[in-house]
């Protein structure tokens, strides 16, 4: 028998298992691609910014981007500058956080921090059986439930609230 018996093309460079592999021996070839172009502990640092941080400062700042070590942190004037000041505190922080040291210098950048919207507030409950007598004549259906949530909304703000409409 000769020694190389494989058609040309047909070769394989590597060891190949046949039989069910490992998801560990999987992953590598899968996941270099992804941490070529963004670092993991980016994605960490976006996730849980509010327990590295704290609340209070991550209310007024915002993580924009890490690049070789360069973390840039966008925030309001004058919070740069006490950040500045807190920056050695801040990467300790960071680093304890992540395990290594992945980040080791802080660039701040002056922008607008997206903030938390505020939650809807609640309709009073005498606004409902209000609403709901004013719509009364009306046959049961879409038409009358869209007035009834308009009633309850209009009826929640102009006597139960103290913020007044205007008047025309």
């Not at 976006?46 to 209070?56: R, S």
């Not at 360069?70 to 807190?86: D, K, N, Q, R």
């Not at 304890?96 to 939650?119: E, I, N």
Request: aromatic fraction near 6%; glycine fraction near 8%; hydrophobic fraction near 40%.
């Amino acid at each position: 028998m000769a020694e190389n018996d494989t058609k040309t093309g047909m070769g394989a460079s590597g060891r190949y298992v046949y039989g069910p592999r490992g998801l560990s021996a999987l992953l590598p070839d899968v996941t270099r691609p992804a941490f070529r172009k963004h670092n993991p502990a980016w994605a960490l640092i976006l996730t849980d910014w509010e327990a590295i941080v704290g609340p209070k400062l991550a209310a007024i700042t915002a993580p924009r981007r890490l690049d070789r070590g360069l973390l840039t942190i966008a925030c309001a004037g004058p919070v740069a500058m006490a950040l500045h000041y807190e920056g050695v505190e801040l990467i300790n922080r960071i680093n304890t956080y992540l395990g290594g040291q992945p980040v080791h210098s802080l660039r701040f950048t002056q922008a607008a921090v997206p903030r938390k919207p505020r939650p809807a507030p609640k309709q009073p409950p005498e606004a409902i059986p209000e609403a709901e007598a004013a719509v009364g004549d009306f046959p049961d259906g879409d038409l009358r439930a869209a007035l009834a949530s308009l009633g309850r909304v209009v009826l929640g703000r102009s006597k139960h609230s103290t913020r007044r409409l205007k008047k025309q």
